[in-house]
């Protein structure tokens, strides 16, 4: 089973502005969120994450929102850019004590940028 | 810091042949993690260590993988008589456990079995 979901395969945002990433979960135990970007043939490049105590998180263009009640997750980018022309997966982690643990990921969303 | 690195990039094998991928993680990094990626799909977990320790191991690893890390450096993940479902890209990533949650990817290993 899925246990994380990206619904939109693609994804076409006017260079400028905005473009909306969305993800949802089903595993309630998953309490750490991130936000992966990978261009072709190279792994993926961590973007941005959140705690589930947290319902955002900014860093620069990108903020990532959190609705726990909803299960569902969102990457904000603004302004977009030629360069953000990518696949872009969101991931989640149930956390420990111990630290990181294993990650679950979604099917991504390819995000295209027309210039 | 020169990043996870991988070990080859590309490897085309017979259906039957082992094959062998190795990983350097980030030199201070304590966990090392071993992913697969499939066309059209995310990264699947496969199987974690801390140090030389094995943690964890996903049910996607059949009895014909087999991972290692002898000193808690570097990893080798090998496939014994490979199947043509073996083909993907093999992703190592590795994280310190004091920090965040993040891991840090490597290029991947495409694996194509004919």
């Known amino acids: 089973d899925q246990q994380v979901k990206q619904n939109s395969p693609s994804l076409s945002v006017q260079e400028g502005r905005i473009s909306i990433l969305n993800c949802d979960y089903t595993?309630?135990?998953?309490?750490?969120f991130l936000w992966y970007k990978k261009y072709p043939a190279e792994g993926p490049t961590f973007l941005i994450s959140?705690?589930?105590?947290?319902d955002k998180n900014e860093d620069g263009r990108f903020t990532v929102f959190l609705n726990k009640s909803a299960k569902h997750l969102s990457l904000h980018i603004v302004p977009s850019q030629p360069g953000d022309s990518a696949v872009y997966f969101c991931?989640?982690?149930?956390?420990?004590?111990?630290?990181?643990?294993?990650?679950?990921f979604g099917t991504g969303t390819r995000l295209t940028i027309i210039p | 810091d020169t990043g996870v690195s991988q070990d080859p990039r590309h490897k085309i094998t017979k259906r039957g042949q082992n094959v062998t991928f190795r990983c350097d993680p980030i030199s201070e990094h304590n966990r090392l993690y071993w992913y697969r990626q499939t066309l059209g799909q995310g990264p699947e977990f496969l199987t974690y260590?801390?140090?030389?320790?094995?943690?964890?191991k996903s049910r996607l690893l059949s009895d014909r993988f087999s991972a290692e890390r002898p000193k808690g450096s570097f990893s080798t993940l090998e496939i014994q008589r490979t199947e043509q479902g073996d083909s993907a890209m093999y992703l190592c990533a590795s994280s310190f456990t004091q920090s965040s949650y993040e891991q840090y990817f490597g290029p991947g290993t495409r694996l194509t079995v004919t």
């Open positions: 959140i705690s589930s105590i947290k």
């Open positions: 260590f801390q140090n030389e320790a094995q943690l964890e």
């Open positions: 595993n309630s135990m998953f309490d750490y």
């Open positions: 991931a989640a982690s149930e956390g420990s004590n111990f630290g990181n643990e294993k990650l679950t």
